[in-house]
């Protein structure tokens, strides 16, 4: 099974501010089958990047990700107030067919 | 605008079963692979389940295979999840949800349901 680990569990930065999220697997995952959703409450998720770095439908370019591997990175470049949720990284692939890190909650400091 | 909506949640006791529902609008879900997603309160995402387009294919997480079924309906756009000896630890918003059959990744969720498993 692959592991996804997130980090930090929790990140508190203010709006304007750079968010960096790291998603870590415990074995190479490929970049393809590599995702992003944000979370608000009471709301399902919603996809922000595929492929490890491509940007879904309607999400604006301050969300970035990158990485290859084990080491994935979600960037948001300034942050807005709706920015402020709670970010899973997913992958598909082997058994399970999908695992989700655990999430990292962006607060506002 | 292509849209999901599950239905059939509530409160349910230990041992139960319970079938949810997922209805979907729009004209791609006879090619549309499909999942269960599953959140415990105050919990991370899990998946439980996948179901090729035209049904014949299915996997599960291993901590509900042999408990629960998915299954689909085309003619009735209609995607369901069939959960028996049912726990506690299966108290979750259940979230139907379609996957990219090229990228795998998420791209349409439902609203989500309530099941509750307690006496």
């Known amino acids: 099974e692959i592991v996804l680990t997130q980090s930090p569990g929790t990140l508190s930065l203010s709006p304007g501010e750079r968010a960096t999220l790291s998603c870590r697997a415990s074995?190479?995952?490929?970049?393809?089958?590599l995702a992003w959703y944000q979370q608000k409450p009471g709301q399902a998720p919603r996809l922000l990047i595929y492929g490890a770095s491509s940007r879904a439908t309607g999400i604006p370019d301050r969300f970035s990700g990158s990485g290859s591997e084990t080491d994935f990175t979600l960037t948001i470049s300034r942050l807005e107030p709706e920015d402020f949720a709670v970010y899973y990284c997913?992958?598909?692939?082997?058994?399970?067919?999908?695992?989700f890190g655990q999430g990292t909650k962006l607060e506002i400091k | 605008e292509v849209q999901l909506v599950e239905s059939g949640g509530g409160l349910v006791q230990p041992g139960g079963s319970l079938r949810l529902s997922c209805a979907a609008s729009g004209s791609t879900f006879s090619s549309d692979e499909m999942n269960w997603v599953r959140q415990a309160p105050g919990k991370g995402l899990e998946w439980l389940a996948y179901?090729?387009?035209?049904?014949?294919?299915?996997h599960y997480a291993d901590s509900v295979k042999g408990r629960f079924t998915i299954s689909r309906d085309s003619a009735k756009n209609s995607l369901y999840l069939h959960m028996s000896s049912l726990r506690a630890e299966d108290t979750a918003v259940y979230y139907c949800?379609?996957?990219?059959?090229?990228?795998?990744?998420?791209?349409?969720w439902g609203q989500g349901t309530l099941i509750t498993v307690s006496s």
């Open positions: 179901i090729s387009s035209g049904g014949s294919i299915t």
């Open positions: 074995q190479s995952v490929s970049r393809t089958y």
């Open positions: 949800v379609r996957n990219n059959w090229n990228w795998y990744y998420f791209d349409l």
């Open positions: 997913q992958q598909y692939g082997g058994s399970p067919m999908h695992t």
